[in-house]
T-cell receptor, first 113, second 112 residues
């Protein structure tokens, strides 16, 4: 079946460095992609999203890149801070699934001082 | 704070029992989605309601059911509980289909 996967289960970076979290998706019908951050004991928190008619979208310290040719999504976090330590999930969806989110397994980001 | 509320925060019960989880969406949101998060299955979509009507179904067991009430809050009913039903249950809400989904804090269900 269709799946969304993450290349790396864990990522350790030093405070101040940039972080890149990658995600592969396989449903070519997906037209909406979202990154969520989940801290321990909390619900997923929306970070940034991108529609399939865009290649790049920037937020505050975060950038999402979408490569539809190879079905790849990435989240870039600039100047990573200890508060960025969390599990990051990519999710994909589209009208064919009623916009229900299909989540990847998650990447644990650990920011060390 | 996402604006989505869920109660209770924690629930401990025994196998074979039935529980009800409650979700109140963000003000103005018509869609409610339910997700289950377990260690082995990750975050999985269960069911969606839009303005009181079921809109989409995912990997929801027949022992589970949900509904959305006229005031737009939603309840997820889990019956004949098994040990494997122990998980975090999240609801999310959005305005229209394709809008950003905002998640509640979740209900942690433990079945003993």
């Amino acid at each position: 079946g269709e799946s969304v996967g993450l290349h790396l289960p864990t990522l350790s970076v030093q405070e101040g460095d940039n972080s890149i979290i990658n995600c592969a998706y396989s449903n070519s019908a997906s037209d909406y992609f979202i990154w969520y951050k989940q801290e321990s004991g909390k619900g997923p928190q929306f970070i940034i999203d991108i529609r399939s008619n865009m290649d790049k979208r920037q937020g505050q310290r975060v950038t999402v890149l979408l490569n539809k040719t190879v079905k790849h999504l990435s989240l870039q976090i600039a100047a990573t801070q200890p508060g960025d330590s969390a599990v990051y999930f990519c999710a994909e969806t589209g009208s064919n699934s009623g916009y229900a989110l299909n989540f990847g397994k998650g990447t644990s980001l650990l920011v060390t001082p | 704070d996402s604006g989505v509320t869920q109660t209770p925060k924690h629930l401990i019960t025994a196998t074979g029992q039935r529980v009800t989880l409650r979700c109140s969406p963000r003000s103005g949101d018509l869609s409610v989605y339910w997700y289950q998060q377990s260690l082995d299955q990750g975050l999985q979509f269960l069911i969606q309601y839009y303005n009181g009507e079921e809109r989409a179904k995912g990997n929801i067991l027949e022992r589970f059911s949900a509904q959305q009430f006229p005031d737009l809050h939603s309840e997820l009913n889990l019956s004949s509980l098994e040990l494997g039903d122990s998980a975090l249950y999240f609801c999310a809400s959005s305005g229209l289909g394709g809008d950003t989904q905002y998640f509640g804090p979740g209900t942690r269900l433990t079945v003993l």
